[in-house]
């Protein structure tokens, strides 16, 4: 039992502490910057009404992982996986393309770096940690039973040793190592492509030519700084083309109301990204789409557009922009 008069005392600060690493990992589990927030927040209930039969046998890290993870587990019951629109069918074009829209929970909602990643750490270690919340990582994780997913996550992101997530749990080295060999054949089989780190100077060369682009809404400025395989995605809509000239297409034709945007920039999933502010007839410049850049040898390779105003919020963003 703990009996520390000092550490229940401090047991609010001491719980609080691990907060931005628990929103990490159960980003991680569940896909979702705010099913995550929700998760962390009934971990930390948890671990406040249970702390007096605490009795000290594992760490207050390692107890709040294994209260973090059947948290997880008991929100993922339900068959749905969140996704991106390019894991659940063809790309359309132009021409072809259709607006069907699905709820929230279908998909993979982005995630400002500074909630789940100690940005200020070493730069090897953040790097790693950008890597780990990229988009494509966590769809894929996403296809992975869930005690599969939290087996790759602690030891493979978070570098436990099988002992210890044998522990948390409360399974066997040897039941771990085999969830762990699977959760990595299946993770291989979904092709995660290398991206450009974000640190690096030409990705922020790119991202200047990218912004002055966009805003003037320069259609060539903007196709010289996209990859031709470019691809673009707007959920919650399942539609994705591919190809620079269908991102250029559906700028200047269905995507018009673009024109006249300001973008406010922003890091989420690892990588660059920007609150798009979208001209509204009020004259202000209202949310429309935190967009997700990501870049591969020196150009755009994904433009992800979510269409979800009310993370803006979330984001900490203003509610409005004047023009």
Not at 117 to 135: F, H
Request: glycine residues 6%; charged residues 25%.
């Amino acid at each position: 039992m703990v009996t520390d008069q000092g550490v229940m005392e401090d047991l609010e600060h001491l719980l609080e502490s691990h907060r931005r690493e628990l929103t990490g990992y159960c980003y991680r589990m569940l896909g979702s910057g705010s099913e995550a927030e929700d998760a962390v927040q009934e971990t930390l209930v948890r671990a406040w009404k249970a702390a007096g039969r605490f009795e000290g046998r594992s760490s207050v890290r390692s107890w709040l992982y294994r209260i973090a993870t059947n948290v997880c587990i008991d929100m993922h019951r339900g068959p749905q996986r969140r996704a991106r629109p390019m894991d659940l069918g063809p790309s359309s074009t132009v021409e072809t393309a259709v607006l069907a829209q699905k709820p929230e929970h279908h998909w993979i909602q982005p995630i400002a770096d500074a909630r789940v990643i100690d940005t200020s750490g070493d730069p090897a270690e953040v790097a790693a940690a950008r890597d780990s919340v990229r988009l494509a990582f966590v769809a894929a994780l996403q296809h992975l039973p869930p005690r599969q997913r939290a087996v790759l996550i602690l030891c493979e992101v978070l570098r436990w040793q099988a002992s210890e997530a044998a522990e948390l749990l409360e399974t066997t080295v040897a039941s771990v190592n085999s969830a762990l060999q699977r959760a990595r054949a299946n993770l291989a089989s979904a092709d995660i492509e290398r991206l450009d780190p974000i640190a690096e100077p030409r990705h922020q060369e790119l991202l200047v030519r990218y912004v002055d682009a966009f805003e003037r809404y320069d259609m060539d400025a903007l196709a010289a700084v996209l990859r031709e395989d470019a691809v673009i995605s707007m959920p919650p809509f399942d539609l994705w083309l591919q190809g620079a000239d269908q991102v250029v297409g559906w700028m200047i034709g269905p995507g018009i109301g673009c024109k006249g945007s300001r973008l406010v920039p922003l890091e989420a999933n690892g990588t660059a990204a920007f609150a798009a502010y979208k001209p509204a007839p009020s004259g202000r410049l209202e949310p429309w789409a935190i967009q997700v850049i990501e870049a591969r040898e020196g150009l755009i390779s994904t433009h992800h557009n979510f269409v979800f105003p009310e993370l803006f919020e979330q984001f900490g963003l203003p509610p409005h922009l004047d023009p």
